[in-house]
């Protein structure tokens, strides 16, 4: 966005355009908004934050925001709004409902509270998002009221990265061309003028995210990780683009970058280094592609030691499955099993199977990949495979 039309949002709307630049390492995003001063730095870096995916520190930082201007709209919008996952089909409505309910006890009270019209359209979609009806309805009337959002100012380049963005949640079947590039049409539109913006390139990448459109989102992959190297997951979904088109070297050294950020950002909260994490899962994917075993067998021996300690603790929310170690560990060994013949260690701890039946699953799999043909080994495997598939994909009723 050139200064002159900056300077013009920032007349019309009656307040500053503070901007995140590079030197934040989280991209370049300027958002014209009603906020009182002392809110603009962590509003600004929120949603920076928000359009890279680092949806924790999002939230972070919009409640700093709000503890700074307790009556600034946008700042409740983007707490809200970093409970929502489009792509990963993700949302906790109930956490963004107390969130708002912390705002104003009521649509009507939180709208009358946004100090522009702008703002109260965004608030009025984020209403939407979170209003009644399944998630399925609600993502499709989202996205409607992010389109009439996007005509209404089609110089928001926020606005049509969040309408790209909500197009590409109403894909609930599953990725499907038409949608996508719905998505990347609008995104290409401004993306001459906006080539560092983090929403802009982090949607395209998704949009492109497959073997036929991977090339066209080469631009923006090159582009985003230099750009964003302070937000992991933008430094892993580089590795998007480039696994499709076989871009092995590439593939792992955007996933050691997120590991290595990632543990940066956990160092500097006092906590110790990721163990698991899906940048480590993609990592020994490239590994194993450059037939680099020695690295990848040691990723792997360490996130089993790690899979193991996890499997004698009390089991978890369903929620933690998805990125535990023993699902990381299941993940890598996998894959490994099937470029290499050779099948994984065996666990030596029982895996509950209340918690841990996609992971039993996937190492199952792999068992019967890597068994000989026509073995006891891999009739063994496929009778594991099918008495788990009927718990992890339960028939529809």
């Known amino acids: 966005m050139g200064r002159p039309i900056i300077l013009l949002l920032a007349l019309v709307f009656l307040a500053p355009a503070p901007t995140s630049r590079a030197a934040s390492r989280l991209g370049e995003v300027s958002f014209a908004n009603s906020g009182a001063p002392a809110a603009q730095a962590p509003f600004i870096r929120g949603l920076a934050l928000l359009h890279n995916f680092e949806y924790a520190d999002a939230a972070i930082a919009f409640r700093e925001a709000q503890a700074a201007d307790p009556g600034f709209a946008m700042a409740w ?80 380049v926020d606005a049509t990265a969040f309408y790209a963005l909500s197009l590409l949640g109403t894909a609930h079947e599953g990725r499907d061309f038409a949608t996508y590039m719905r998505a990347a049409a609008l995104l290409e539109e401004v993306f001459p ?41 933008a430094l892993h979904m580089t590795s998007h683009i480039f696994i499709a088109l076989g871009m092995w070297d590439e593939v792992i050294a955007a996933n050691l970058a997120a590991r290595g950020a990632g543990n940066d950002a956990r160092r500097a909260k006092g906590l110790a280094p990721e163990p698991c994490g ?3 899962e993609w990592l020994v994917y490239g590994y194993l592609q450059e037939r680099r075993l020695a690295e990848a067998d040691a990723m ?14 009390p089991p978890g929310p369903a929620a933690d499955r998805r990125w535990s170690e ?16 050779r099948p994984a260690e065996p666990l030596p701890a029982v895996i509950e199977p209340a ?4 992971a039993r699953f996937m190492l199952a799999y792999g068992e019967a990949m890597a068994a000989p043909a026509d073995s ?10 099918g008495a788990l598939r009927r718990h992890v994909w339960p028939a529809p009723k």
């Open 376 to 385: 006891a080994r891999l009739r063994a495997a496929f009778e594991r495979l």
């Open 193 to 233: 003028t906006h080539p560092n913006h983090p929403g802009v390139l982090h949607y395209l990448i998704h949009c492109y995210d497959d073997p036929i459109h991977a090339p066209l989102g080469m631009r923006a992959a090159r582009l985003y990780g230099p750009l964003a190297a302070g937000a992991p997951h």
């Open 77 to 156: 919008w983007g707490e809200a709004m970093s409970y929502n996952h489009p792509v990963w089909m993700e949302q906790d409505a109930d956490k963004a409902r107390r969130a708002l309910a912390s705002f104003g006890p009521t649509p009507d009270v939180r709208l009358s509270k946004a100090g522009t019209e702008r703002e109260k359209a965004y608030v009025h979609a984020l209403e939407t998002l979170y209003g009644a009806g399944d998630k399925k309805d609600r993502d499709l009337r989202y996205a409607e009221e992010m389109a009439r959002l996007h005509e209404r100012f089609p110089a928001d």
């Open 278 to 280: 899906h940048s480590r």
């Open 355 to 358: 918690d841990n039946e996609p």
């Open 300 to 313: 792997i021996a360490d996130s089993r030691r790690m899979a193991v300690i996890e499997i004698a603790r």
């Open 326 to 341: 023993l699902a990381s560990y299941a993940d890598m060994a996998t894959r490994s099993a099937i470029d290499t013949g």
